[in-house]
């Protein structure tokens, strides 16, 4: 059973690109979270999908960001217009259920490089 | 609400003495905790969870930690440090009943002297 898959494991974009990271759940699982992590700090949440819907994005920024979860294929965390500090690493989790008392299993991350 | 606090930053033990890695919490309802460990540029691995059966949980590589609830911490320890122990520690609560997000820690970083 593979493990929670992203890529790319690097980016790297130009101010003003777009970037669009994916993320595989791990097999039978149907809830997807995306957290950013900034150097030297802890995971903040994004946001959390389930199968075509968006449970909880409280932690979106209210421009530029958007994600996805497909009926068909992997997530999608998709940053329009980039900007230096969107600069981070981005790791995707899944769960088999809602996260009331099961746990998450994270991927590898995507590293963003904004130049 | 949730939120963790990790009262440690950064850690530093001599390698085979005791580590200790302090996690307070605060939940609203009823709380599931779990430690992840994070090695450089990599990605995030569950070491222990605890989801309301015993308060003293075992976890891979020797790591356990205890719930107190009277505390309202998730302490994590190891008997014995071993180099490959150094990396990043996040303490993470979820609520039991009405979760819809893990709450991270800000991290520990711990360091193993030789």
């Known amino acids: 059973n593979a493990g929670v898959m992203q890529n790319p494991r690097h980016l790297v974009r130009r101010r003003g690109q777009e970037a669009r990271l994916r993320c595989s759940p791990m097999k039978g699982h149907s809830h997807v979270y995306w957290y950013r992590q900034l150097p030297e700090e802890g995971l903040k949440f994004m946001v959390y999908?389930?199968?075509?819907?968006?449970?909880?994005e409280s932690g979106m920024p209210k421009e530029r960001f958007s994600a996805e979860f497909p009926k068909e294929g992997p997530s999608i965390l998709r940053i329009q217009q980039v900007v230096r500090g969107d600069s981070a690493a981005y790791f995707c989790a899944s769960s088999p259920a809602r996260p009331r008392g099961t746990e998450a299993f994270f991927g590898q991350g995507t590293r963003l490089t904004v130049v | 609400a949730q939120s963790v606090t990790q009262l440690d930053s950064h850690v530093s033990v001599s390698e085979g003495t005791p580590v200790l890695l302090r996690c307070n919490y605060s939940s609203s309802y009823s709380p599931s905790l779990f430690w992840y460990v994070q090695h450089p540029n990599k990605g995030l691995q569950l070491l222990l969870k605890?989801?309301?059966?015993?308060?003293l949980v075992k976890g891979i590589n020797g790591f356990e930690a205890e719930f107190k609830k009277s505390e309202t911490s998730f302490h994590l320890t190891k008997p014995s440090a071993h180099m490959s122990d150094a990396a990043e520690y996040f303490c993470v609560v979820s609520d039991r009943i009405t979760g819809n997000q893990f709450y991270f820690g800000t991290g520990t970083s711990l360091t193993v002297i030789p």
């Open positions: 999908l389930q199968k075509e819907n968006i449970i909880d």
């Open positions: 605890y989801t309301s059966a015993a308060t």
